[in-house]
């Protein structure tokens, strides 16, 4: 059985005032539920850090899995000692000698404030043992080994190397959002950086078979078990939308039929979202990138609704959404072929400048109240969990 430990550094609670309490308590949740896989870890959840206590399990394997934790801003691996300074010389040569560094520094934080000595005294001290027994120089600007004591109550902790995490916050704190969820690149990178926030996402899917296939959901489904390496259950729901998409094909004429058929689906998911406390709704958009997402178009569309969208990357460049969405792991399930309930009639004048009066003329010609009550009655729903598929990631 090991004496290692895990050291958790938070990502953004430290600006979070009185609510650091909820948000520590909330990320050691999801750290556990996340590792709950490995039986024998111990956890110690304090206020400035959170400490897993290795055990009999393998760090590489539950560090792969910290990386995907909103909230986590690095991590360490720790060896910890008895607190005496011979002892904790000792760890410390020995992290000095299998280092190829050349350079080091000694950073030491005296949490017990009984332990005999001051912090610069053990930082002279074992600075002096390193020079006399090692070939690395002091460097206190940029040193390439920086080997930081923690000493506590009965143990002293000693770590020299930190491990990127995800930052932002945990899962939930920012309350709930539906993310209108496509199979295109956009919307699942989108996803990721709501949750990375600290929001909880519910995503809607608007389907509209035979046009669309079944490659289309098995694709949603796919997108989604990547999606919840970071938050482990997503609620996805599923709406029939062929008939309501017909018909507005037929009432708005080419120009009009994108511009009138987003409004609906906003007001769909709007009334989605209130059913199941979700604050805002959230897409893939990106100013500029087709017809629907001029500020014109944008603001014409979402005049329907009485709950704030946001979009993550209305300002990011194509480019760099598709580094993200490589980075994060949905790329690849993105750019499979498939048909998108937006792309199936073939729409060769979309208006980039859709007007009001226009729009509402469109709109009194059918009785649209109706198809939205039936797309609301007959919406399936299923959730995809980390559990299902544990074995991939
Ligand atoms: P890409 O632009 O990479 O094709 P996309 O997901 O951005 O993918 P768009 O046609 O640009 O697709 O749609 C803009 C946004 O509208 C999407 O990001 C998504 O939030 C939403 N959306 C589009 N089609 C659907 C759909 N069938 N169901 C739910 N939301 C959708
Ligand atoms: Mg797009």
Do not use: W
């Not at 729409?347 to 980039?352: G, I, Q, R």
């Amino acid at each position: 059985m090991s004496n290692d430990l895990i050291l958790v550094r938070f990502g953004e609670l430290s600006t979070k005032g009185k609510n650091i309490n909820m948000f520590i308590k909330r990320l050691g949740q999801d750290i556990k539920e996340k590792l709950h896989t490995f039986k024998t870890l111990t956890y110690d959840i304090e206020h400035d850090h959170i400490y897993i206590h290795i055990n009999d399990e393998s760090f590489d394997q539950i560090a792969k899995r910290l990386k995907n934790v909103p909230g986590i801003g690095s991590f360490s691996l720790v060896k910890y000692v008895a607190e005496d300074l011979e002892s904790i010389k000792n760890e410390c040569l020995s992290v000095a000698k299998s280092s190829s560094a050349k350079t080091f520094k000694i950073i030491t934080k005296r949490i017990d404030k009984l332990f005999p000595f001051h912090s610069d005294e053990i930082n002279r001290s074992i600075a002096g043992l390193l020079l006399s027994q090692t070939k690395l120089k002091v460097d206190v600007h940029n040193p390439e080994l920086p080997i930081h004591i923690m000493i506590r109550p009965g143990k002293a902790y000693i770590y020299s190397t930190s491990i990127k995490g995800m930052g932002g916050y945990p899962c939930g704190v920012g309350g709930k959002s539906l993310m209108l969820l496509s199979g295109g690149i956009d919307s699942p990178v989108a996803a990721f950086q709501m949750i990375k926030r600290g929001i909880r996402l519910e995503c809607i899917h608007f389907s509209a078979p035979p046009y669309t296939s079944e490659n289309v959901i098995i694709k949603i489904r796919d997108l989604l078990k990547v999606l919840s390496q970071y938050q482990t259950s997503i609620k996805l729901y599923i709406v029939p939308f062929t008939e309501f998409q017909e018909n507005i094909y037929k009432y708005a004429g080419t120009s009009y039929a994108i511009t009138i058929m987003r409004r609906m689906m906003l007001r769909i998911s709007e009334a989605i979202a209130h059913h199941h406390n979700c604050l805002v709704l959230s897409s893939g958009e990106s100013i500029g990138q087709v017809a629907s997402q001029t500020l014109k178009s944008m603001a014409a569309i979402e005049e329907c609704l009485n709950m704030p969208m946001i979009r993550p990357l209305a300002t990011v460049d194509k480019n760099d959404i598709i580094e993200q969405a490589k980075s994060i792991g949905t790329y690849e399930i993105s750019i499979r072929p498939y048909e998108d309930c937006c792309t199936i009639f073939d729409v060769k004048d979309p208006t980039t400048c859709p007007h009001l009066d226009k729009i509402i003329e469109i709109e009194s010609k059918f009785d649209y109240q109706k198809y939205i009550h039936d797309c609301i009655e007959n919406i399936k729903y299923e959730y995809i969990t980390l559990e299902d598929q544990e074995e991939e990631f």
